[in-house]
């Protein structure tokens, strides 16, 4: 038994290790002090960080990001936590197809995505502007994300709670907000981290609906990339990384994202 369990542990390192390896290189290629990315890198140095601060087209950029994946996450949370309900409550025969139709773009390959939206706002863009179009376009893309965390919720809820609520003499609106939502906020902020990971991250859809004024901070990485390959790249996601590490951990440490699986 000592035996099989050691072996266990051992496979499970490996196994992590080979997962993490590629953030170890980045992380470890930021501190190069020469011009290109090497691995082993050459020299000590932090002057990649501190142009990182300091660049004004990333910084930018990373602004944008930000703002387009913010008001994107509260557009997905709030219809698809409204489309979970639906499904929760809801017996129609029609839920399948529905639920077919929210958690396509899951499925959908994002460039498919992408020259479908293209092809949409070339039909009714002059009723958006293209900042506009990247947040409804993320949305739609961050649903499936949102539905499925908030559904995985509901399933053990126990309606008992709501029904308490209205025979007490609570209106439904007030039973949403003070019961229900209050029951599912897990499912809810996970759907939001997993949104935000998403449109953060996009890039290919940005290729296809950007203008002079709206690239994104994967685009410049990935523009920047084609034309000079520095450790500048290594220590914005070095940072990131960070952030990223941080910001999980607070989350399963204030709300238990885990206890949803």
């Known amino acids: 038994m000592k035996l099989t369990s050691l072996a266990g542990k051992l496979a499970r390192f490996l196994v992590y290790l080979f997962l993490l390896s590629p953030l170890l290189v980045v992380v470890i290629t930021a501190f190069s002090d020469t011009n290109r990315v090497v691995f082993p890198p050459r020299g000590f140095t932090l002057r990649w960080f501190e142009r990182a601060v300091h660049s004004a087209e ?6 944008l990001s930000i703002r387009i994946a913010v008001v994107s996450v509260v557009i997905a949370c709030v219809l698809g936590t409204m489309v979970s309900l639906w499904f929760w409550k809801s017996n129609s025969r029609a839920k399948g197809i529905f639920e077919s139709v929210f958690l396509s773009p899951i499925i959908i390959p994002t460039i498919i995505s ?6 949409y ?3 009714f863009g ?13 949305a739609v893309i961050q ?3 949102v539905i499925r965390t908030v559904t995985a919720n ?12 209205l025979v007490l003499g609570a209106s439904p609106v007030r039973t949403l907000f003070h019961v229900t939502l209050p029951c599912i906020r897990q499912g809810i902020v996970g759907g ?5 990971v998403v449109a953060f991250d996009e890039c290919v859809i940005i290729l296809f609906m950007k203008s002079a004024k709206t690239v994104t901070f994967p685009l410049r990485l990935y523009s920047y990339i084609t034309e000079s390959f520095t450790p500048l790249i290594s220590a914005y996601s070095t940072l990131f990384i960070i952030v990223a590490a941080a910001v999980i951990y607070l989350v399963e440490k204030k709300i238990g994202l885990s206890k949803l699986y």
């Not at 992408?114 to 092809?119: I, P, T």
């Not at 002059?126 to 993320?138: A, E, P, Q, R």
Request: with cysteine; aromatic share 22%.
């Open 154 to 165: 509901l399933v053990g809820l126990d309606t008992s709670f709501e029904e308490a609520s």
């Open 114 to 119: 992408a020259v479908a939206f293209l092809q």
């Open 58 to 63: 990333f910084n930018s950029s990373l602004l």
């Open 192 to 196: 939001a981290v997993f949104s935000f």
């Open 121 to 123: 706002f070339v039909l």
């Open 143 to 145: 649903m499936p994300y």
């Open 126 to 138: 002059g009723l958006f502007t293209n900042y506009w179009k990247l947040c409804l376009t993320y």
